[in-house]
């Protein structure tokens, strides 16, 4: 089976995550250009009153000194750490999955990643995506590109599952979501959504969605 080629996101939806549990081998895609509006800064989550996004503000390219034509690159992106944005996110975790049956397993872990300042956007995705793997006990080995691939013919490029306007046709099998009963069962959203209501079953799950794998 051919590598499959992602970004790192933050945490990253329930989509990119099937891709991963599925992948015999994952390689992350680490000199693109920053786009924005995609799980690189952003992740949807249920709250009581349905999808809630959360987004990691940035330093824009002007406040760096760089021209607003010019395109920064993905690993070159600061999270603009002025915004207590770290406490806004604690505390939608809180209000949101404090009734779920698994939060207060994984929160004394969760944590300390909203009270360590993180510099660049893509050092907290990976660190965030190494806690995923954890919680999930899934063997997490990936390679990292060392240049862009803009044609991948060696890879399975799954790479537009980083794009947060479209679930890429993917629709996730129910499960059992804190706030279903006001808005119904929402899907795809953030990994930390399904790891918080299915505990240990949740690499079970993502084995069981479908996913395709044309979508480059």
């Known amino acids: 089976m051919k590598p499959v080629l992602l970004h790192p996101s933050y945490f990253g939806p329930i989509s990119q995550w099937t891709a991963i549990a599925k992948a015999d081998n994952v390689i992350f895609e680490n000199e693109d250009n920053y786009q924005k509006q995609t799980y690189r800064n952003r992740m949807y989550i249920y709250d009581a009153n349905g999808r809630l996004t959360l987004n990691i503000p940035i330093k824009h390219s002007s406040a760096l000194g760089l021209s607003k034509k010019g395109h920064q690159k993905y690993k070159d992106v600061q999270i603009e750490n002025e915004f207590d944005w770290q406490t806004q996110h604690w505390r939608a975790f809180k209000a949101s999955y404090q009734t779920s049956p698994f939060f207060e397993f994984y929160e004394d872990e969760l944590h300390p990643i909203y009270s360590r300042k993180f510099r660049f956007l893509m050092d907290l995705n990976y660190h965030c995506m190494d806690f995923v793997a954890d ?16 044609k991948p013919q060696d890879n399975t490029n799954l790479r537009n599952l980083i794009n947060a306007k479209s679930n890429q046709g993917f629709e996730n099998n129910k499960y059992t979501q804190v706030f279903e ?7 795809n959203l953030c990994i930390l959504d399904l790891i918080f209501n299915e505990g240990n079953a949740s690499l079970e799950y993502l084995l069981a969605q479908d996913l395709k794998t044309d979508l480059g």
Request: contains cysteine.
């Open 181 to 187: 009963s006001k808005a119904g069962f929402l899907p």
């Open 135 to 150: 919680c999930l006990q899934l063997d997490w080995e990936y390679d990292k590109t060392d240049e862009f691939i803009l």
